[in-house]
């Protein structure tokens, strides 16, 4: 399959032929090839996958044109739950400085009151949005630092760009700030209630502080009263000491919250003895916590050292949490800004590198699940991310057969399909920013 001509897919109807389907994202009958890979049949009629069925019993109908996709792979649309739009692509004009995470914090407290208006943060959102589309994004969730002023800027931003892209990708956001901030006295009311009023998840960057389990708590019991679920960044450190994930868990048992609860990095898990690693999954798994890894970011960050090869490669435990039942999901988290200098909003990407990263292979099996349908289920929709019966034809379309050749050219050709119509797959130049690059 060439990206050179679009494809016809006519408006009435058309059977996608012989497509290689992972099992993991569809109840439909396939024909199964093993590696959690089948062959099938899909009938799309008006944007909708009508059915999902074994090769050859879809094909032949005068009235719905075939099209053989010759065994390439079918995904479903993406879902990137963890991006930071507000931060994307002012690399160019604040780097960091020497690549580490204190780096990255001293940069954007610099560029952020300098820099983020609502024109800057719009166009740069709007530009991150258009790439993740073309790539075969459906649904992400956004951090927005809400540090005061910012969260006056920032929120009615956001309420614009969901309004302006909700026939294209769904986008949540969250609210970011220190735990420490919750320390200030009217601070917790005021963000949650701007997060209530925009539609927003509630969360915060937690880390060792005297009276976290106090201000987490608060935290808990304030988007209990407003209905809000919760989003942490958590123990994004190389210190072992750090484990404020176990201190969410009992949290959120100990409140008894019913609210969805998603936290994010959680790396000095990994460097912590078997004995804590089990005590806090153990209660991750009981407080119903789902997490999301971000491979790219922390491989990036996580110890960092001048003249030093990393020891480590600053990811969590998915491996473990799996086994336990923890919902596990990979997403982007930065691009092309001081946290992390690369990344265009390409899941593709973000899988592959996860499962050389992670060893999400041999077999790869069900972990197409951590782009798909895991994070859709995290963020509230569980219909996202699967190839079903009564879905939209939100799908990607690739040459690759396979995950070996999926893995080892994840730039290679493909097609996005919304609605069961393919989109452009021009992506924005980055020359187009240039006005808002300057020092």
Request: negative net charge.
């Amino acid at each position: 399959m060439s990206d050179a001509a679009r494809l016809n897919l006519p408006e009435s109807g058309y059977v996608l032929a012989n497509a290689t389907v992972p099992s993991a994202v569809t109840s439909g009958t396939i024909n199964h090839m093993g590696d959690g890979l089948g062959r099938a049949d899909l009938l799309i009629e008006r944007g909708e996958i009508v059915s999902v069925a074994p090769c050859g019993l879809l094909v032949g109908r005068d009235d719905v044109p075939a099209i053989d996709l010759d065994g390439g792979l079918v995904l479903p649309a993406f879902v990137d739950m963890h991006t930071h739009l507000d931060k994307g692509h002012i690399w160019p004009r604040k780097p960091n400085p020497d690549g580490t995470f204190p780096g990255a914090l001293t940069a954007v407290s610099e560029d952020r009151p300098a820099r983020w208006s609502a024109g800057d943060l719009r166009r740069r959102m709007d530009f991150a949005l258009r790439t993740a589309h073309a790539h075969g994004t459906a649904m992400i969730r956004t951090h927005l630092d809400s540090i005061p002023p910012q969260e006056t800027i920032s929120w009615p931003v956001f309420q614009e760009v969901r309004r302006d892209w909700a026939d294209r990708v769904e986008i949540q956001a969250s609210a970011l700030y220190g735990v420490d901030s919750l320390l200030q006295p009217g601070f917790l009311d005021h963000i949650a209630d701007i997060v209530r009023d925009a539609g927003g998840t509630l969360g915060a960057v937690t880390y060792m502080i005297e009276g976290l389990e106090s201000c987490l708590d608060a935290l808990f019991q304030a988007a209990s009263r407003r209905g809000l679920d919760l989003d942490f960044h958590v123990d994004e450190t190389a210190d072992p000491q750090a484990r404020s994930l176990r201190l969410i868990a009992e949290a959120a048992l100990r409140n008894r919250f019913k609210g969805r609860i998603v936290c994010g990095h959680c790396c000095s898990l990994a460097l912590q003895d078997a004995e804590e690693v089990d005590r806090t999954l153990d209660l991750v798994a009981r407080a119903g916590i789902g997490v999301v890894s971000l491979p790219l970011c922390n491989m990036y960050l996580m110890d960092r050292q001048a003249g030093r090869t990393p020891r480590w490669r600053g990811v969590t435990l998915l491996h473990e949490m799996r086994a336990r039942g923890i919902p596990v999901a990979v997403a982007s988290d930065n691009t092309r800004d001081p946290f992390y200098a690369y990344g265009d909003l390409d899941m593709v990407e973000v899988f592959t590198q996860a499962v050389r990263i992670l060893h999400l292979d041999h077999p790869v099996g069900d972990w197409i699940r951590t782009v798909t349908v895991t994070p859709a289920q995290m963020l509230g929709d569980p219909m996202r991310g699967r190839i079903d019966a009564g879905l939209p034809a939100d799908l990607v379309l690739f040459s690759a057969r396979n995950w070996n050749e999926l893995c080892s050219r994840p730039s290679g050709p493909r097609r996005v399909l919304r609605a069961g119509h393919e989109i452009s797959r021009d992506l924005p130049d980055y020359r187009e920013l240039d006005d808002l690059m300057e020092p």
